[in-house]
């Protein structure tokens, strides 16, 4: 271990220590009625800070914030941040706003676009004006379907611009780019992460996205759906490991204007990701097989030796035990 990796981690921890002895921090965090931003608002909450969730409730849901809903450092604004919303000051701005299913990208592309641009500028605008420090959650699919693998953050990525998920994939991208420039012109401290496949308790059912999908059709003896082959790959992350990471990445040093990638390191294959689904729900359903969708990246891996770097982070939990906590969390 050198010297400059020791004198990172040694910042990191105090920084971590002062976060969590402050009391006085505000917090807005958009999207936060949704799958990721409702855990992350629940950890917020728990090292003291008051939190303000901002969401249209379009994906999100009622039932995600119900623990949390009378908590006295806690109020949501209903909003959306397409349309310049009324925030209150705050000292931090987690912007987790935006649809991310690709069942999505269909039925709700102009929201998505404008949602990761229009409403990226109208948190910028926010962080520039209170001077809080913000992060944006972008994504993986920056990179669309990869030439370069596993992808590092110096990867400009592959995207069809014009094609089905280029609503969500290009206004991320665009997002990114407004989270450089404003950082440029106007010095506010702005830290990106690039989110790999993230699943875990609260994903609806009815998502679109695989996890939630493939559980809900094995626990209801429903054939599971693979779309194409089954060969393409992906990591996936459990929530708490991708929560602790984002964490990281807002306290951490060495972050000013940045990005990183986090997400999962053990690559599956669909496929097998059907077989385990189906060998942890101890279920008999089968597997049909439909046509793959355009533009659906045949495989996806994080190189995230940055973050495990800055932060020491690496995700902990495995596929495994995270199906199973996700499968327990149903049954309470
Ligand atoms: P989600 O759909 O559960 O949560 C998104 C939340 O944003 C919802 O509560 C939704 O109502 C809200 N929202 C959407 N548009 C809005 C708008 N215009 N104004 C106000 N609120 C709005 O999705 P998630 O998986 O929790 O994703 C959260 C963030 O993380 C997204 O920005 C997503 O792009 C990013 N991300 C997630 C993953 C993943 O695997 N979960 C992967 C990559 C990136
Ligand atoms: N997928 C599938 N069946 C489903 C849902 C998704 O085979 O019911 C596939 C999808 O085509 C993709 C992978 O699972 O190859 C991951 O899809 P998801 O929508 O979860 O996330 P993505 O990585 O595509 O954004």
Redesign the pocket.
């Known amino acids: 271990m050198g010297g400059e990796y020791q004198k990172i981690t040694v910042t990191v921890l105090l920084s971590a220590r002062n976060f969590h002895s402050m009391s006085e921090v505000t917090t807005i965090v ?9 855990h992350l608002c629940e950890e917020l909450l728990a090292s003291g800070q008051e939190v303000i969730c ?8 009622d039932s ?1 914030v119900s623990q949390i809903r009378d908590h006295n450092r806690f109020r949501i604004i209903e ?4 349309k310049l919303p009324e925030l209150p000051p705050a000292d931090r701005i987690y ?7 690709p069942a ?1 990208f269909t039925e709700f592309p102009v ?2 676009a ?3 641009t229009q ?1 990226t500028k109208h948190l910028l605008e926010h962080a520039v004006e209170h001077d809080a420090k913000m992060l944006f ?5 920056v990179y669309g379907d990869p030439e370069v693998h596993p992808q590092p953050e110096t990867y400009n990525g592959n995207v069809n611009i014009r094609g089905p998920r280029g609503c ?1 994939d290009e206004s ?1 991208r665009f997002g990114e780019t407004l989270t450089v420039a404003y950082h440029n012109e106007y010095d506010v401290d702005v830290r990106t992460v ?6 875990g308790p ?3 059912p009815d ?1 679109g ?1 695989v996890v939630p999908t493939f559980l809900s059709q094995a626990l209801q003896g429903e054939d599971l759906t693979i779309y194409g082959d089954g060969n393409q790959t992906r990591t996936f ?1 459990y929530v708490d490991d ?1 929560v602790d990471g984002i964490l990281k990445v807002m306290n951490g040093g060495g972050m000013k204007g940045d990005v990183v990638n986090l997400g999962g390191q053990n690559e599956i294959s669909i496929q097998a990701l059907a077989e385990t689904v189906l060998q942890i729900c101890d279920s008999d359903s089968g597997i049909t097989y439909e046509p793959l969708p355009e533009d659906d990246p045949t495989q996806r891996k994080p190189d995230v030796s940055k973050a495990e770097r800055l932060f020491d982070w690496d995700p902990t939990i495995d596929i495994q035990e995270g199906l199973q906590k996700t499968i327990d969390d149903l049954g309470e």
Do not use: P, W
């Open positions: 958009t999207g936060g009625a949704g799958f990721l931003g409702s901002v969401d249209n409730f379009g994906s999100g849901q995600n909003a959306d941040i397409r912007h987790l706003a935006s649809r991310a299913s999505d929201q998505i404008l949602t990761n409403g959650a972008s994504t993986s699919e969500y991320k690039r989110i790999f496949n993230t699943y609260r994903m609806r998502d996205r992350c991708m």
